[in-house]
């Protein structure tokens, strides 16, 4: 991939309508000034960002599926004479090849889970699309069955730099089963904590949370576990990235409004998001606060004063979009924990070898306990 004079990237269909471009072409500033989402938004950059250091070009398309045969094909040709690469974006709910040109893909927003399930389903009932792709960008999926079982190569693609959104707030724990209201207003009436009242702990664990990683019943358990371990282990900082929500197109850094911290009204969709998990995992979770247990309401990266203190020990989803964050991040921590549905799918390989060390890669409750320092059995 990028091995020609050009890429074209074709954008979503369920975003190209919401960006409001010109024309059905438009080159990568033209999309990024425009209201997107921040998954896309990061995803777009990320490749600009290799397309400019390897000096080639980049143009982006809407609706690639326009450009199929005769005069809409043609006109392509000549907008896009120079190029011969083909990348889609997608968010997991299809997969268009562009006639005439090599096809690659990357799913890019995995974190949400109808567009996990939607990826399930077009592996399940179009495993064929699948098939012509010629290499999948920070995924390492096996596609298909049987005999017609296909693995794209993978190419990894690291940031440049940190996620763009704005330094992430940490808020005080607090967990209301029956009552995301109640659990957010109280959180937000705690008000932010200041990262420097945080020392003292000898080990820091991070787990970045997510919708689909919530709906994996052996991670929630792990997160549930994950708690009830810091509420008697005070030597243990324990910090939750809440899930983030879906956010209308160009409502700030990665979402900063709905997706913030700073009102009830904020906070009450994440919280929503992450009760469930905690609440149906079989585990009592305390309906209190501990001085050792926080939220943070975005990202943790190299940047953040917790960081570099004490080891990191992280816990993460096959889902997590570890792409977005630099290599300098995940240099600083101490062990990497990522659980994968399965051997074949993604998150432990495609994670373990954009990382110039070894990880755990964790298929099951039972290595999440091994991870974790527990017993197995």
Known sequence: MFSGSGLLVSLPGGEADSIGLRGSVAEPHEVLAAPVSPELRAAIQLVWDE???????????ARPELF????SQ???RSQAAEF?????????HAVKPLEGFSTHVFFYNLGFQDNFRALNKLNGRAAELLTQVRSQVNTHFVFGCGAQRTQPAPLLLNAAAPPDHPPAALLRFFFNRH???????????????DPASLGGFATLRYLPLSETALADADFARAVAEEVLRACFDPATLLVLRLPYVRAPYGSGPNGSGPNGSGTPAALIPRIAALLPALRDSGLMVPRAS?????????DIDE?????????????????????RHTIGFYTSAAAIGVLAATRTNTGAAALS????FDIAGIYGPRAIRRWSGQDAA
Do not use: Y
């Not at 199929?68 to 005069?71: F, I, L, P, W």
């Not at 050792?292 to 309401?297: E, G, K, L, R, S």
């Open 68 to 71: 199929t045969e005769g005069v």
């Open 303 to 323: 940047d953040h004063p917790l960081l570099g203190q004490v080891p990191l020990h992280m816990l993460v989803h096959e889902s997590f979009d570890f792409w």
């Open 353 to 356: 070898g954009f990382l110039p």
């Open 51 to 61: 397309v400019l250091r390897l000096g080639t070009k980049l143009k982006c398309i």
């Open 179 to 193: 009552s995301p209201e109640d659990t957010a207003n109280r959180i937000q009436q705690a008000g932010p904590i």
């Open 74 to 76: 043609r006109w392509l």
């Open 84 to 92: 011969s690469e083909h990348l889609c974006l997608s968010d997991g």
């Open 290 to 298: 501990f001085a050792n247990i926080v939220f943070a309401d975005h």
